[in-house]
T-cell receptor, first 114, second 113 residues
Framework: DTEVTQTPKHLVMGMTNKKSLKCEQH?????MYWYKQKAKKPPELMFV???????INESVPSRFSPECPNSSLLNLHLHALQPEDSALYLC?????????????FGPGTRLTVT | DAKTTQPPSMDCAEGRAANLPCNHS???????VYWYRQIHSQGPQYIIH???NNETNEMASLIITEDRKSSTLILPHATLRDTAVYYC??????????????FGAGTRLAVHP
């Protein structure tokens, strides 16, 4: 199974809402990633988890809060977002953090902030 | 800080080979070249990667020039399902020695009947 699943597929939220995005993989990968992709732009890295610990935060605003409850799950908690945070949020996983193995991406959650 | 340069768009006839170029003139000796593609409304999909030698897998071939300053991704028999944005990526570095993928703007490949 080389699949990364993400839920929900679409999410519309107001600026005062709290919501969460979920990502799951069962490939035994110990590195997991969150990316943000604005329309017609390439993906940009947000967070990296290694062995369930946050390894890298690419200067992401605190209104985005990642969580890795176990080795298969990755969550992204959202609070007080702005309309400019509307984007496709992609989750990925890989066997390692050093880039020798490819990253597997999920289909993404399309987020709209109203 | 994209480290790669790709043409913004290309066309290819179905059944013909699609040759997608990428310039990475500032690549350093231990950096790999990766290719991913993103079909509309899906997550990126890994295609192939290489360091110095040419590489081939079931999806594509990767030709890297001897000076490593450019490469070409070859889809030998393009189909309509290969219509996508193709990203040529050179690994960047994060603190702690970790690597990250730095996506450039990519090439939008349109395969037509």
């Amino acid at each position: 199974d080389t699949e990364v699943t993400q839920t929900p597929k679409h999410l519309v939220m107001g600026m005062t809402n709290k919501k969460s995005l979920k990502c799951e993989q069962h490939m035994g990968h110990r590195a997991m990633y969150w990316y943000k992709q604005k329309a017609k732009k390439p993906p940009e890295l947000m967070f990296v988890y290694s062995y369930e610990k946050l390894s890298i935060n690419e200067s992401v605003p605190s209104r985005f809060s990642p969580e890795c409850p176990n080795s298969s799950l990755l969550n992204l908690h959202l609070h007080a977002l702005q309309p400019e945070d509307s984007a496709l949020y992609l989750c990925a996983s890989s066997q390692d953090l050093w880039g020798y193995y490819e990253q597997y991406f999920g289909p993404g959650t399309r987020l709209t902030v109203t | 800080d994209a480290k790669t340069t790709q043409p913004p768009s290309m066309d290819c006839a179905e059944g013909r080979a699609a040759n997608l170029p990428c310039n990475h003139s500032t690549i350093s000796g231990n950096e790999y070249v990766y290719w991913y593609r993103q079909i509309h409304s899906q997550g990126p999909q890994y295609i192939i990667h290489g360091l110095k030698n040419n590489e081939t897998n079931e999806m594509a071939s990767l030709i890297i020039t001897e000076d490593r300053k450019s490469s070409t991704l070859i889809l030998p028999h393009a189909t309509l399902r290969d219509t996508a944005v193709y990203y040529c990526i050179v690994r960047g570095y994060l603190s702690g020695g970790y690597n990250k993928l730095i996506f450039g703007a990519g090439t939008r490949l349109a395969v037509h009947p």
